[in-house]
């Protein structure tokens, strides 16, 4: 049996829409609806898709951040929900989050030693002295200075935000980190930094990551395999080898088309999806891209497509596999 860091299955998020004095709920915005996928241990799974599509929500019902309106979410092959209160200490160890705003994340009143030190001393891990003796250590492994410890977040440029972030993150040992556009607020000479910061942490610190970005290039440098999302549905995942070089989704092979590839000889024909992605609160029947896909068919409209197995670990939502 394959061993998950973490496992999701059929997780769904909505939210409710209020109207009227009375404050009903007339609907409900569908921001994920049916996703299931595991990360491996060890491995770096990507989660692509457009602004949106469910990809943050995700990660954030992970870490608990958001309550699942249904489904399943395992850590380590033991479900979130039955968890006893004692052990839920060191079930929120095992799981931390890189978050897109270094700067949003990190408290300006505290220094950056307070900062990584801080999980140490809460979970009652070490005493202070110690912890903060540890927090010096960390911010060596990412790339700065034991004496930057004393200083402040308005003090450090936006990669070395996110370095004292990824820091942070590294205190309690985890065995999965959720980046949610780890990279996007940087500068693209740093991403490449942070990108492969991460990498070395992975192998050094045995960790797994659940890597969201809607940079597919982004995505290809850092990822074993790769989940495409649309409309709060998964519709593609697979190896980054396979994903990329054979996209079987219509969605993939437009999102592929539209990215920018200086170093392909032969350059995707470029695929125009027509109208807009539609409302989540009130989402097409059957298939959820079949009213921009250029492959549509009749059932496309009435049937919604079980993501099956196509190829070795590829698997596709879509009635052109059925």
Excluded at 213 to 242: C, T
Excluded at 259 to 282: H, M, T, W
Aim: hydrophobic share 40%; net charge positive; proline share 6%.
């Amino acid at each position: 049996m394959e061993q998950y860091a973490v496992e999701v299955k059929e997780l769904r998020k909505y939210f409710p829409i209020h109207a009227g004095l009375l404050h009903r709920t007339v609907g409900h915005v569908k921001a994920v609806d049916g996703v299931s996928f595991g990360v491996k241990k060890g491995e770096t799974l990507g989660i692509v898709g457009e602004s949106g599509c469910g990809k943050s929500t995700t990660g954030r019902m992970i870490m608990r951040f958001l309550q699942p309106t249904s489904g399943d979410i395992l850590i380590d092959g033991k479900h979130v929900d039955e968890v006893t209160r004692s052990e839920a200490g060191e079930f929120r160890k095992k799981i931390q989050m890189v978050f897109q705003d270094p700067y949003a994340s990190l408290n300006p009143k505290r220094s950056v030693g307070q900062t990584v030190a801080e999980p140490l001393i809460v979970n009652r891990i070490m005493p202070r002295a110690d912890a903060m003796e540890r927090a010096a250590k960390l911010l060596e492994t990412v790339g700065l200075k034991s004496q930057d410890m004393h200083k402040y977040p308005h003090e450090f440029s936006g990669g070395q935000r996110q370095r004292i972030g990824i820091a942070r993150a590294l205190a309690l040992n985890p065995r999965l980190i959720v980046a949610d556009e780890a990279v996007s607020a940087l500068d693209v000479s740093i991403q490449s930094q942070i990108l492969n910061l991460l990498m070395e942490l992975k192998n050094q610190y045995h960790l797994s990551y659940l890597f969201i970005s809607h940079n597919l290039a982004v995505v290809r440098h850092i990822s074993d395999r790769v989940g495409v999302m649309y409309l709060g549905h998964l519709v593609e995942i697979g190896p980054k080898h396979s994903v990329y070089s054979n996209p079987l989704h219509p969605y993939t092979e437009a999102l592929l088309s539209a990215a920018l590839e200086p170093r392909r000889q032969s350059r995707r024909q470029r695929i125009v999806l027509q109208g807009d992605v539609p409302n989540p609160a009130n989402p097409p029947s059957g298939c959820p891209f079949h009213t921009r896909c250029p492959k549509a068919m009749k059932v496309c409209r009435m049937d919604s497509p079980e993501i099956q197995e196509v190829s070795a670990e590829h698997l596709v939502a879509c009635h052109l596999y059925a």
